[in-house]
Protein backbone atom coordinates (compact mmCIF):
# COMPACT_ATOMS: atom_id res chain seq x y z
CA UNK A 1 0.00 0.00 0.00
CA UNK A 2 0.98 3.47 -0.24
CA UNK A 3 1.01 5.08 3.14
CA UNK A 4 1.85 8.29 4.20
CA UNK A 5 3.26 9.01 7.81
CA UNK A 6 3.05 12.31 9.27
CA UNK A 7 5.42 12.47 12.14
CA UNK A 8 7.54 9.67 10.82
CA UNK A 9 10.87 11.05 11.81
CA UNK A 10 9.25 10.90 15.48
CA UNK A 11 10.17 8.02 17.99
CA UNK A 12 7.37 5.87 17.38
CA UNK A 13 6.87 7.33 13.41
CA UNK A 14 10.12 5.47 12.65
CA UNK A 15 9.25 2.02 13.81
CA UNK A 16 5.89 2.12 12.52
CA UNK A 17 7.92 3.46 9.03
CA UNK A 18 10.50 0.56 9.22
CA UNK A 19 7.87 -2.03 9.49
CA UNK A 20 6.08 -0.56 6.72
CA UNK A 21 9.31 -0.38 4.57
CA UNK A 22 9.75 -4.16 5.86
CA UNK A 23 6.35 -5.42 4.70
CA UNK A 24 7.48 -3.74 0.99
CA UNK A 25 5.12 -0.60 1.69
CA UNK A 26 5.66 2.34 -0.30
CA UNK A 27 6.33 4.92 2.53
CA UNK A 28 6.50 8.61 2.23
CA UNK A 29 7.37 10.24 6.07
CA UNK A 30 5.78 13.50 6.20
CA UNK A 31 7.57 15.49 9.43
CA UNK A 32 8.52 19.37 9.90
CA UNK A 33 11.74 18.27 11.97
CA UNK A 34 10.12 20.48 14.76
CA UNK A 35 10.31 17.46 17.15
CA UNK A 36 11.07 14.92 14.56
CA UNK A 37 15.01 13.57 13.86
CA UNK A 38 16.35 13.62 10.43
CA UNK A 39 19.08 10.58 11.31
CA UNK A 40 15.76 8.96 12.13
CA UNK A 41 14.31 8.88 8.91
CA UNK A 42 13.86 5.52 7.68
CA UNK A 43 15.96 4.45 4.47
CA UNK A 44 13.89 2.97 2.41
CA UNK A 45 11.15 5.73 2.77
CA UNK A 46 10.80 9.52 0.91
CA UNK A 47 10.93 11.61 3.11
CA UNK A 48 9.04 15.77 3.10
CA UNK A 49 10.25 18.27 5.68
CA UNK A 50 7.23 19.98 5.74
CA UNK A 51 3.90 21.44 8.29
CA UNK A 52 0.34 19.58 8.40
CA UNK A 53 -0.63 23.21 8.21
CA UNK A 54 1.31 23.64 4.56
CA UNK A 55 -2.46 22.29 2.94
CA UNK A 56 -0.68 22.63 -0.48
CA UNK A 57 2.70 20.69 0.10
CA UNK A 58 0.25 18.15 1.95
CA UNK A 59 -1.96 17.19 -1.18
CA UNK A 60 1.07 17.58 -3.68
CA UNK A 61 2.61 14.85 -1.48
CA UNK A 62 -0.78 12.91 -1.38
CA UNK A 63 -0.99 12.97 -5.22
CA UNK A 64 2.39 12.53 -5.90
CA UNK A 65 2.26 9.79 -3.91
CA UNK A 66 -1.18 8.45 -4.96
CA UNK A 67 -1.64 7.86 -1.20
CA UNK A 68 -3.92 5.22 -0.02
CA UNK A 69 -3.51 5.42 3.41
CA UNK A 70 -2.08 7.94 6.34
CA UNK A 71 -0.64 7.14 9.78
CA UNK A 72 -0.78 10.15 11.35
CA UNK A 73 1.47 10.30 14.52
CA UNK A 74 2.36 14.09 14.41
CA UNK A 75 1.56 15.71 17.79
CA UNK A 76 2.53 17.08 20.71
CA UNK A 77 2.31 14.98 23.72
CA UNK A 78 3.77 16.06 26.91
CA UNK A 79 1.19 16.33 30.12
CA UNK A 80 2.67 18.48 31.61
CA UNK A 81 2.79 21.39 28.86
CA UNK A 82 -0.53 20.01 27.42
CA UNK A 83 -2.19 21.87 30.55
CA UNK A 84 0.00 24.81 30.83
CA UNK A 85 -0.26 25.78 27.30
CA UNK A 86 -3.44 24.22 25.88
CA UNK A 87 -3.79 26.48 23.28
CA UNK A 88 -0.53 24.88 21.57
CA UNK A 89 -2.40 21.49 21.84
CA UNK A 90 -5.43 22.74 20.78
CA UNK A 91 -3.32 23.71 17.42
CA UNK A 92 -1.27 21.14 16.69
CA UNK A 93 -3.46 18.10 17.71
CA UNK A 94 -6.78 19.07 16.89
CA UNK A 95 -6.87 22.24 13.98
CA UNK A 96 -3.81 20.50 12.37
CA UNK A 97 -5.44 16.97 12.43
CA UNK A 98 -8.52 18.80 10.62
CA UNK A 99 -6.62 20.21 7.98
CA UNK A 100 -4.97 16.63 7.90
CA UNK A 101 -8.63 15.23 6.91
CA UNK A 102 -9.37 18.16 4.58
CA UNK A 103 -6.60 17.11 2.30
CA UNK A 104 -7.33 13.64 2.58
CA UNK A 105 -10.59 14.36 1.39
CA UNK A 106 -9.78 16.79 -1.38
CA UNK A 107 -6.93 13.96 -2.45
CA UNK A 108 -9.96 11.44 -2.07
CA UNK A 109 -7.53 9.66 0.22
CA UNK A 110 -9.78 7.56 2.77
CA UNK A 111 -7.90 5.29 5.28
CA UNK A 112 -6.42 6.74 8.41
CA UNK A 113 -4.60 5.37 11.77
CA UNK A 114 -4.41 7.57 14.32
CA UNK A 115 -1.94 7.65 17.24
CA UNK A 116 -4.34 7.84 20.17
CA UNK A 117 -3.65 7.33 24.10
CA UNK A 118 -4.47 5.61 27.11
CA UNK A 119 -4.92 9.76 28.19
CA UNK A 120 -8.45 9.62 26.70
CA UNK A 121 -9.58 7.67 29.95
CA UNK A 122 -8.53 9.74 32.65
CA UNK A 123 -8.42 8.38 35.99
CA UNK A 124 -10.16 4.90 34.93
CA UNK A 125 -12.99 3.66 37.48
CA UNK A 126 -11.52 -0.24 37.16
CA UNK A 127 -8.30 -2.30 35.64
CA UNK A 128 -8.05 -3.44 32.88
CA UNK A 129 -9.32 -0.70 30.91
CA UNK A 130 -11.61 -1.45 28.40
CA UNK A 131 -12.04 0.82 25.02
CA UNK A 132 -16.25 1.08 26.24
CA UNK A 133 -14.95 2.76 29.05
CA UNK A 134 -16.02 6.11 30.04
CA UNK A 135 -13.29 8.69 28.57
CA UNK A 136 -12.61 11.36 31.23
CA UNK A 137 -9.33 13.01 29.98
CA UNK A 138 -7.39 15.23 32.61
CA UNK A 139 -5.33 16.87 31.13
CA UNK A 140 -5.60 18.95 27.28
CA UNK A 141 -3.24 16.52 25.52
CA UNK A 142 -5.86 13.75 26.38
CA UNK A 143 -8.55 15.97 25.13
CA UNK A 144 -7.30 17.27 22.54
CA UNK A 145 -6.36 13.43 21.15
CA UNK A 146 -10.31 12.38 22.27
CA UNK A 147 -11.07 15.52 20.28
CA UNK A 148 -9.47 14.26 17.19
CA UNK A 149 -11.18 10.69 17.71
CA UNK A 150 -14.40 12.40 17.93
CA UNK A 151 -14.17 14.38 14.80
CA UNK A 152 -13.55 11.12 13.05
CA UNK A 153 -17.01 9.60 12.66
CA UNK A 154 -18.06 12.68 10.79
CA UNK A 155 -15.68 12.42 8.11
CA UNK A 156 -16.91 9.06 7.98
CA UNK A 157 -20.23 9.89 7.66
CA UNK A 158 -19.94 12.96 5.38
CA UNK A 159 -16.32 11.98 3.32
CA UNK A 160 -16.28 8.20 3.56
CA UNK A 161 -12.88 8.90 5.64
CA UNK A 162 -12.53 5.38 7.63
CA UNK A 163 -10.50 4.98 10.57
CA UNK A 164 -8.69 3.26 13.36
CA UNK A 165 -7.66 4.96 16.80
CA UNK A 166 -4.97 3.36 18.75
CA UNK A 167 -5.32 3.77 22.54
CA UNK A 168 -1.27 3.92 23.64
CA UNK A 169 -0.70 2.71 26.88
CA UNK A 170 3.22 3.07 27.66
CA UNK A 171 5.51 2.98 24.59
CA UNK A 172 8.93 1.67 25.27
CA UNK A 173 12.14 -0.20 23.58
CA UNK A 174 13.59 0.48 20.58
CA UNK A 175 14.90 -0.83 17.47
CA UNK A 176 18.42 -1.14 16.02
CA UNK A 177 18.10 1.95 14.57
CA UNK A 178 15.27 3.60 15.93
CA UNK A 179 15.01 4.73 19.25
CA UNK A 180 13.45 7.38 22.19
CA UNK A 181 15.28 10.59 22.68
CA UNK A 182 12.93 13.20 23.38
CA UNK A 183 14.29 17.07 24.99
CA UNK A 184 13.45 17.29 27.49
CA UNK A 185 12.91 13.58 28.29
CA UNK A 186 10.38 13.17 30.64
CA UNK A 187 9.75 9.32 30.22
CA UNK A 188 10.27 6.48 32.56
CA UNK A 189 12.42 4.08 30.89
CA UNK A 190 15.00 6.77 29.21
CA UNK A 191 15.31 8.59 32.48
CA UNK A 192 16.14 5.46 34.57
CA UNK A 193 18.56 4.43 31.31
CA UNK A 194 20.21 8.07 31.40
CA UNK A 195 20.71 7.33 35.23
CA UNK A 196 22.47 3.92 34.68
CA UNK A 197 24.49 5.84 31.96
CA UNK A 198 25.83 8.24 34.38
CA UNK A 199 24.33 10.73 32.42
CA UNK A 200 22.19 11.78 35.44
CA UNK A 201 22.51 11.45 39.16
CA UNK A 202 19.42 9.89 40.27
CA UNK A 203 16.05 9.34 39.27
CA UNK A 204 13.28 11.06 40.70
CA UNK A 205 10.28 8.87 41.63
CA UNK A 206 6.87 10.54 41.71
CA UNK A 207 5.87 9.74 44.60
CA UNK A 208 5.20 6.33 46.83
CA UNK A 209 2.30 6.76 48.48
CA UNK A 210 0.01 5.45 45.66
CA UNK A 211 -2.76 2.83 46.48
CA UNK A 212 -0.28 -0.03 44.76
CA UNK A 213 1.60 -3.26 45.85
CA UNK A 214 4.58 -1.00 46.47
CA UNK A 215 3.25 2.85 46.59
CA UNK A 216 4.84 3.69 43.44
CA UNK A 217 2.47 4.00 40.01
CA UNK A 218 1.28 0.84 37.67
CA UNK A 219 1.84 1.20 34.07
CA UNK A 220 1.47 -0.86 31.02
CA UNK A 221 4.62 -1.02 28.53
CA UNK A 222 4.49 -2.09 25.26
CA UNK A 223 7.35 -2.20 23.02
CA UNK A 224 7.22 -0.19 20.28
CA UNK A 225 7.73 -2.99 17.41
CA UNK A 226 4.59 -4.42 18.99
CA UNK A 227 3.10 -1.22 18.45
CA UNK A 228 4.22 -0.83 14.79
CA UNK A 229 2.21 -4.17 14.07
CA UNK A 230 -0.59 -3.30 15.14
CA UNK A 231 -0.72 -0.12 13.21
CA UNK A 232 0.18 -2.13 10.09
CA UNK A 233 -2.72 -4.63 10.86
CA UNK A 234 -4.77 -1.75 11.55
CA UNK A 235 -4.50 -0.65 7.74
CA UNK A 236 -6.18 -4.03 7.32
CA UNK A 237 -9.85 -3.20 8.46
CA UNK A 238 -10.12 0.15 6.59
CA UNK A 239 -11.98 -1.26 3.61
CA UNK A 240 -15.07 -1.96 5.38
CA UNK A 241 -15.12 -0.45 8.64
CA UNK A 242 -13.46 1.86 11.41
CA UNK A 243 -12.39 0.97 15.20
CA UNK A 244 -11.31 2.12 18.13
CA UNK A 245 -8.43 0.15 19.68
CA UNK A 246 -6.53 -0.55 23.49
CA UNK A 247 -2.72 -1.30 23.22
CA UNK A 248 -1.07 -2.62 25.81
CA UNK A 249 0.24 -6.13 27.45
CA UNK A 250 -1.80 -6.18 30.04
CA UNK A 251 -1.45 -8.14 33.13
CA UNK A 252 -0.60 -6.44 36.45
CA UNK A 253 1.53 -3.82 34.66
CA UNK A 254 5.05 -3.14 36.47
CA UNK A 255 5.17 -0.18 39.11
CA UNK A 256 7.78 2.42 39.02
CA UNK A 257 10.32 0.60 41.50
CA UNK A 258 9.57 -2.23 39.57
CA UNK A 259 11.16 -0.94 36.21
CA UNK A 260 13.65 0.26 38.05
CA UNK A 261 14.67 -2.53 39.32
CA UNK A 262 14.26 -4.27 36.55
CA UNK A 263 16.18 -1.86 35.00
CA UNK A 264 19.29 -2.71 37.44
CA UNK A 265 19.29 -6.36 36.70
CA UNK A 266 19.38 -5.48 32.53
CA UNK A 267 22.62 -3.17 32.84
CA UNK A 268 24.17 -4.66 35.63
CA UNK A 269 24.54 -0.51 37.21
CA UNK A 270 23.95 0.88 40.07
CA UNK A 271 20.86 3.56 39.98
CA UNK A 272 20.28 5.89 42.85
CA UNK A 273 16.61 6.87 43.29
CA UNK A 274 15.15 9.79 45.65
CA UNK A 275 11.56 9.74 46.38
CA UNK A 276 9.85 13.06 45.62
CA UNK A 277 6.48 14.56 45.66
CA UNK A 278 3.62 13.10 43.03
CA UNK A 279 3.15 14.31 39.49
CA UNK A 280 0.33 16.02 39.23
CA UNK A 281 -2.78 14.24 36.60
CA UNK A 282 -0.48 10.56 36.90
CA UNK A 283 -2.95 8.05 37.98
CA UNK A 284 -2.36 5.52 40.18
CA UNK A 285 -2.76 2.54 37.47
CA UNK A 286 -3.08 2.26 34.09
CA UNK A 287 -3.22 -0.99 32.12
CA UNK A 288 -5.06 -2.07 28.89
CA UNK A 289 -7.02 -4.58 27.84
CA UNK A 290 -6.40 -5.36 24.34
CA UNK A 291 -8.63 -8.25 24.25
CA UNK A 292 -10.45 -6.41 21.04
CA UNK A 293 -7.53 -6.30 19.01
CA UNK A 294 -6.36 -9.67 19.88
CA UNK A 295 -9.78 -10.76 18.79
CA UNK A 296 -10.72 -8.73 15.63
CA UNK A 297 -6.71 -8.46 14.25
CA UNK A 298 -5.23 -11.80 16.09
CA UNK A 299 -2.60 -8.85 17.35
CA UNK A 300 -0.47 -10.14 20.70
CA UNK A 301 2.87 -8.81 21.84
CA UNK A 302 6.18 -10.37 20.67
CA UNK A 303 8.07 -8.47 23.40
CA UNK A 304 5.37 -9.22 27.16
CA UNK A 305 8.93 -9.49 29.15
CA UNK A 306 9.65 -6.08 31.02
CA UNK A 307 13.08 -6.92 30.45
CA UNK A 308 13.49 -7.29 26.79
CA UNK A 309 12.19 -4.03 25.98
CA UNK A 310 14.50 -2.31 28.52
CA UNK A 311 17.44 -4.52 27.17
CA UNK A 312 16.13 -3.18 23.51
CA UNK A 313 16.19 0.56 24.87
CA UNK A 314 19.47 0.02 26.56
CA UNK A 315 21.28 -1.47 23.73
CA UNK A 316 20.38 1.70 21.58
CA UNK A 317 21.10 4.06 23.75
CA UNK A 318 24.37 2.53 24.17
CA UNK A 319 24.90 2.25 20.23
CA UNK A 320 23.62 6.13 19.99
CA UNK A 321 25.59 8.02 22.99
CA UNK A 322 24.65 11.29 21.47
CA UNK A 323 21.16 10.35 19.95
CA UNK A 324 20.48 10.76 16.45
CA UNK A 325 23.55 13.49 16.26
CA UNK A 326 25.75 10.56 17.07
N1 LIG B 1 7.91 8.65 36.59
C1 LIG B 1 8.75 8.84 37.71
N2 LIG B 1 9.89 9.56 37.53
C2 LIG B 1 10.25 10.10 36.33
C3 LIG B 1 9.39 9.89 35.20
C4 LIG B 1 8.23 9.17 35.40
O1 LIG B 1 8.46 8.37 38.81
O2 LIG B 1 11.30 10.76 36.25
C5 LIG B 1 6.70 7.83 36.76
C6 LIG B 1 5.44 8.61 36.43
O3 LIG B 1 4.96 9.26 37.58
C7 LIG B 1 4.52 7.48 35.96
C8 LIG B 1 5.47 6.47 35.33
O4 LIG B 1 6.75 6.79 35.83
O5 LIG B 1 3.91 6.89 37.05
C9 LIG B 1 5.50 6.53 33.82
O6 LIG B 1 5.69 7.89 33.45
P1 LIG B 1 5.95 8.32 31.94
O7 LIG B 1 6.11 9.81 31.92
O8 LIG B 1 7.04 7.49 31.34
O9 LIG B 1 4.63 7.90 31.20
P2 LIG B 1 3.11 8.34 31.52
O10 LIG B 1 2.45 7.11 32.05
O11 LIG B 1 3.00 9.55 32.33
O12 LIG B 1 2.65 8.79 30.10
C10 LIG B 1 2.48 7.93 29.01
C11 LIG B 1 2.79 8.65 27.74
C12 LIG B 1 1.89 9.84 27.58
C13 LIG B 1 0.48 9.38 27.65
C14 LIG B 1 0.25 8.60 28.89
C15 LIG B 1 -1.10 8.00 28.86
O13 LIG B 1 4.12 9.05 27.77
O14 LIG B 1 2.13 10.44 26.33
O15 LIG B 1 1.17 7.54 29.00
O16 LIG B 1 -1.54 7.84 30.13
F1 LIG B 1 -0.34 10.44 27.67
Redesign the pocket.
Known sequence: MRVLVTGGAGYIGSVVTEELVRDGHEVVVYDSLYKGHRGAVVAGAEFVEADLMDGERLRRAFREQRTEAVIHMAAD?L?GESVTNPSKYYRNNVIAGLALLDAMHDCEVRRLVFSS???TYGEPEKQPIEESDPTNPTNT??QTKLAFEHALPWYERAHGIRHASLR????AGATRHCGEMHDPE????P?ILQAAAGKRDA?????EDYPTRDG??V?DYIHVVDLARAHILALSILDTHSAVYNLGCGGDGYT?KE?IDATRAVTGREIKVKVGAR?PG??AF?VASSARIKHDLNWSPQFQDLNLIIESAWHWMQSHPDGYAG
Open positions: SVTAAYGYFNATHLIIVEIYGTCRVVRDPL
